[in-house]
């Protein structure tokens, strides 16, 4: 069996979007996206801590709506980012299961640890999508999280 962080310790370590401003969500919210990370094995969540930056606010965090996100990258150390997934604020405000957020949230990430870089045209989105979402499936099976219905196919 594979190493696992506790959710506990995901907050931790993802913290630091809440304290610099980048990522406006609630407790609940947060949760959400700590339950997703928690899924990964724990060599998956230090690699995604280092390569990816996160950043996004919530209808419901917020005070008003932010029609954009402003992320100032000289206020830390962003060298070793490779990456930025940039949750949008219908992610928390969506009205799905919460199985559908988590697919969201592994979804991206399935992009960045598959190395999707060229994605110009619509058919390699479309593969890429395809093969991003056949890694945040197996990460949600291995959690034993059911894989949420498609609604396309309903």
Not at 102 to 110: K, P, T
Not at 111 to 138: F, M, S
Request: hydrophobic share 40%; charged share 35%.
């Amino acid at each position: 069996m594979k190493k696992k962080y506790d959710k506990e310790k995901i907050k931790e370590m993802f913290q630091i979007y809440r304290d610099e401003g980048e990522m406006i969500v609630t407790d609940d919210e947060y949760d959400i996206f700590c339950t997703a990370i928690s899924f990964l094995d724990d060599n998956i969540v230090n690699k995604i801590n280092k390569e990816i930056h996160f950043a996004g606010s919530s209808i419901t965090a917020a005070d008003k709506i932010y029609p954009a996100c402003y992320i100032n990258l000289s206020s830390r150390d962003l060298k070793s980012k490779k990456a930025i997934i940039l949750f949008s604020e219908l992610l928390f405000n969506w009205d799905v299961i919460i199985e559908d957020r988590y697919r969201a949230i592994l979804h991206e990430i399935a992009h960045h640890e598959l190395g999707h870089i060229d994605l110009n045209t619509d058919e390699k989105r479309k593969k890429a999508d395809e093969e991003a979402d056949v890694l945040a499936k197996k990460w949600m099976d291995d959690a034993g999280i059911p894989w949420p219905p498609d609604k396309k196919k309903n």
